[in-house]
């Protein structure tokens, strides 16, 4: 901090730090006012069992259409809606939202699934199985069709609870994915016990899958793993040819990249035409 010559002695931001923390503030004002507003959208992202094969599913994920910003990702907002607690009015949103639109294209006759994410708040929220069962009531869908991804380190953050939460949901018969897997510090003691029927490995490993030696192995490994505890392993960030066969040779169940289907407004979603 720098000697302020005010009469209160200090000061720890400099002008421009305060003009951060001014528009930090907008934002979460902003933000505040996002979902009752339908600021909020979702672009969803085809997801594949065989990449030659049909699509199976859409990952979705939240947009914000800022009145004066433009289209703002995830990554500049969801932290900021995390901390202020905001974030559970939007993954609520989130999930009425992504259930509506897979009703509507389950009734179209596609058998399709929708991975909706669970932030870590919203994970240890005591309301979350009443929510996710009455989304699934209100939307007449199957629990089967509703796979909810957490993220590894959420998982893992307290491995009690977690089971916990996760037994209930699996209860329900909804489908539970772990999301950016390999990034966190997951113990395979609770690993082996952990109600989940996915690992979805990080897109960090993938992406130089073909050149990195290191990477190959330890995306082999994790699929090993899958296999021998019965998960289904998901690869995201499939940008190449060269990854896909890589990984369609190592045995990967599910693929999601640009390759195969950027996340598109629901409108735009592929294969809806036939
Ligand atoms: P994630 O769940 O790991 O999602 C994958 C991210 O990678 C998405 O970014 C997606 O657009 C992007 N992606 C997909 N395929 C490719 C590819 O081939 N190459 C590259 N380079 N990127 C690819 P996005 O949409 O910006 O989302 C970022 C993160 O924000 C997500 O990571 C997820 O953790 C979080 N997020 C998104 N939607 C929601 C939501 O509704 N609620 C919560 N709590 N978090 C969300
Ligand atoms: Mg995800
Ligand atoms: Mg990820």
Redesign the pocket.
């Known amino acids: 901090y720098r000697k302020d010559t005010g009469r209160n002695g200090y000061s720890f931001f400099d002008p421009s730090m305060n003009a951060n923390a001014e528009e930090h503030l907008q934002m979460v004002q902003d933000l505040r006012q996002a979902v009752e507003k339908g600021e909020l959208l979702l ?1 969803y ?1 085809p997801r594949f069992d065989d990449p030659e094969g049909p699509i199976r599913g859409a ?4 947009r914000w259409q800022h009145p004066h910003r433009g289209l703002i ?3 500049d907002f ?1 932290p900021t809606a995390e901390k202020t607690g905001l ?1 559970i009015d ?2 609520n949103w ?1 999930l009425d939202e992504a259930c509506r639109q897979l009703k509507q294209w389950r009734d179209q006759g596609r058998d399709w699934t929708i991975s ?4 870590p708040l ?1 994970f240890a929220h005591a309301d979350l199985i009443q929510t996710v069962r009455s989304a699934l009531k209100r939307h007449e869908l199957p629990p089967n069709s509703l796979i909810l ?1 957490i ?1 590894e380190s959420t998982a893992m953050r307290n491995v009690d609870a977690s089971m916990v939460i996760l037994k209930q949901l699996d209860d329900l018969g909804v489908k539970i994915s772990i ?2 897997f390999g990034t966190g510090y997951s113990s395979l003691l609770y690993l082996k016990r952990l109600p989940a029927s996915e690992l ?1 490995i ?2 960090g490993f993938i992406k130089e899958l073909v050149r990195d030696t290191e990477d190959a192995a330890i995306v082999s490994a994790i699929i090993a793993l899958g296999k021998a505890l019965q998960l289904k392993i998901v690869a ?4 190449t040819r060269a990854q896909q066969e890589f990984l369609s040779e190592l045995g990967c169940d599910a693929l ?4 195969l289907g ?2 598109v407004p629901a409108a735009e979603f592929p294969g809806l035409d036939t």
């Open positions: 672009h992202q990952e979705a994920l939240v990702q995830p990554d969801i974030i939007i993954d989130v909706v994410h669970l932030s919203q991804e993220t999301d950016d979805k990080d897109r995201e960030g499939v940008e999601q990249g640009y390759l950027h996340p």
